[in-house]
């Protein structure tokens, strides 16, 4: 599967944005889907997954109840919505693609990847 990510840009502090994955190349239902970030100097770390049924997600904790997951599988499409951005959300967000139920916590869970989408979070 090919993945292509979009809808970075720069936000104020408090603001709101919403990244989107595009799929392509094979079923997207069998996929489950991951959103990872990378800053400058730091690891890539896992932000937030959902099944390939969509009824399943989990979250880091540095974002839960400010971002949202979800997909939607006839317009092979995942979305993240991140609410009440912070500085340090900046960073390089990716999405990703494993070929299982549910979605997983390590980068190298992940066999398919998009390219990195950049959000700037100013305060």
């Known amino acids: 599967v090919q993945l292509q990510a979009s809808g970075g840009g720069l936000v104020q502090a408090g603001g709101s944005v919403t990244l989107s994955c595009v799929a392509s190349?094979?079923?997207?239902?069998?996929?489950?889907i991951g959103w990872f970030r990378q800053a400058p100097g730091k690891e890539r770390e896992f932000v937030a997954a959902?099944?390939?049924?969509?009824?399943?997600?989990n979250y880091a904790d540095s974002v839960k109840n400010r971002f949202k997951i979800a997909r939607d599988n006839v317009e092979n499409t995942g979305n993240l919505r991140m609410n009440n951005l912070k500085p340090e959300d900046t960073a390089v967000y990716y999405c990703a693609a494993r070929r299982t139920v549910t979605g997983a916590t390590p980068v190298a869970d992940y066999a398919y990847w998009g390219q990195g989408t950049q959000v700037t979070v100013s305060s």
């Open positions: 190349g094979r079923t997207f239902s069998d996929y489950a």
């Open positions: 959902i099944s390939r049924g969509g009824l399943r997600t």
